[in-house]
């Protein structure tokens, strides 16, 4: 049995069980490749739908190719996509350069997502956050409470036992986060897409020595050097890296605690 | 590439856990270099690498130097790849503990041949726990050498203690012993010239002796685990999980909860028709012959031949996080059902209750060894809290 038949039963199983215990789910689709392969573990689980809302948090700083992408892959696998964005810090314009990282990820994607659930009641949400691309994210379980302010209860986390994802019994959870590629690394994730033949951004393949690892907005994300120009070639790529997937996100990198930060806010 | 082997590492606070981990990960660069980076700058690493910092990245980790909660890193060498399950060692964080053991397939035991170290209250806990969970090999990780100039005695000292812990316990596990300094680096994935008296291989070696692919066991029964149910075209599809042995379709079933009889008619997995699903798979098939209606969440599904006893009652070994009263009433979870129980303690020894259960409703009971793993369950209290977890027994 290959690794990649294991980690996806596993993801089939989460998938399966937020299913079931929740009335009203949606899954986080960023267009990035461990996203569109949560959803197409999620097609496989329903028999090639997806049976709820696909939630694009549109910061409007995304690359156009993601635009594209999203537009094509939305029609091609008949997703019902909805894309919320927070309107008002739209057009007072928010941003990276005129306010800072934190505060502009905060309006544009936590607080956009805030409203959003809020209207809209969803007790959980789908997303494809995994072990390997952060320490912080490394702390997360399966199902994980969030209170009416988002916030992450790090210090007081629910226990998650062999394959009994709960839903939680802590006072005042306003929703779940669900993570079904907790499991998963970034390697198998590439190995998986190939496997299965997913579609991928072409912003992920070397252009001109370059090539993104990480697709986040425009201005936060950087390229890295690489010759990567297809799937074979970005494997190989990683089985001899030695630096982090998220090196070209700004986020995670201005300070130590940052992503703590940012996520006990109610960040992905 | 293999299926990754889960390992989680546990001991008393400060037994060297993390550091442990983050040694494994420092030595077989599975660090990004920024990580290296951010841990060398932190403030309170100015002199060497703190290894543990790989792992503890909160705040109040890092600054308390504790770990509040389980975490997981993956340590690669050559085409192996072990999934290192890292968890507190103070007794408030007992459930991040075992909510870290339980994801994994060995357990290693960190115990501090420091001075004034060696084996403590959570060492003795974490044993017990591990038998409980239903442990079959331990392997004890004897820590921080380097501080003891290596000791002979000191190690021999600590490997007795814990033997004869065992044996106060009753608990029959495999055990092994190596001595390590994850400071140094000695014995973890190399052998060490530091110590010339230590026969045995390094830490890995020794679990790597030990791993055996999951293979398909020709003699477990049968036993899926009912999800849920999906309506695809008019159709009744059921969503489930193979626990053990492998399903065929026309094959003659029992449904143990609803107490039916069926056949199965199609499986369909991975968008596809399929005459067979193994076990681990999580399958959809249709079954014949039922009244649909009355399956629901949390039914067993096995062969004629090899069915589950479905009592109401059973007698459990649980650990209560928490002080309940003698006799009380609790959620009982088991595979994936909830049933209301009364629970009446026998007797307790240590940190684990014997206690006589009686539910509400029946209940599926492996009796078969392959399977017993089943029987473990989990217990909420009236508020739907986390009271405790435990084996069912016949």
Sequence with gaps: MNNLTVLERKSIFVIREAYAQFKNIGVLWSMGKDSTVL?????????????????????????????????????????NLVVVRNEDAIKQEVSPVKNNRFLCCTKLKTEALRDYVEKHKFDALLLAIRRDEHSIRAKERYFSPRDKNFKWNYKNQSLEFWNFYKVSSMKGVHHHRVHPLLHWTELDVWQYIKQERIPVNPLYFSKKGQRFRSLGCMPCTVPIVSNASNIDKIIDELKGTSSSERGGRAQDKEKEYMMQKLRSLGYM | MNKRTNIAVVGHLDHGKSTLIGRLLYDTNSVPIEKIEEVRKSKKDKHSLNFALFLDSFKEEREGCFTLDTTQAIVKIRRREYNFIDVPGHSEFIKNMVTGVSQADYIVLTVSAKLNEGIKAQTRTHLQLAKLL????????????????????????????????????????????????????????????????????????????????????????????????????????????????SLWTKEKVSLNISRQKGVVKRIISDSRIKKFAEKGECAGFTLEGIEEKKIKRGEIISALHSQPLVRNRAFAEIFFLNDYKET????????????????????????ICSVNISFNENIAIEKKSSVLISNRFILLDKKRNIAGFGVMHV
């Design chain 1, 39 to 79: 959803l197409w573990i999620i097609k496989k689980v329903f028999s090639g739908e997806i049976p709820f809302p696909v939630i694009h948090l549109d910061t409007g700083f995304k690359f156009p190719e993601m635009y594209k992408f999203r537009d094509k892959l939305a029609k091609k696998w008949k997703i």
């Design chain 2, 134 to 245: 239903g442990a079959k090999k331990i392997f004890v990780a004897i820590t921080k050498m380097d501080t003891v100039n290596y000791s002979k005695a000191r190690f021999s000292e600590i490997k007795d203690g814990i033997q004869s812990y065992l044996r106060s316990i009753n608990f029959s596990a495999k055990i092994f012993f190596i001595p390590i300094s994850a400071e140094e680096g000695d014995n973890l994935i190399k052998r060490t010239t530091h110590m010339k008296w230590y026969e045995g291989n390094s830490l890995l070696k020794v679990v790597n002796l030990h791993i055996k692919e999951n293979n398909l066991k020709k003699n477990e029964p049968l036993r899926i685990l009912v999800q849920d149910r999906y309506i695809v075209k008019g159709e009744t599809i059921f969503a489930g999980h193979i626990e053990s042995g």
């Design chain 2, 328 to 351: 009380n009433n609790f959620i009982l979870c088991s595979r994936l059902r909830e049933v209301s129980c009364m629970i009446k303690i026998i007797r307790r020894k240590r940190i």
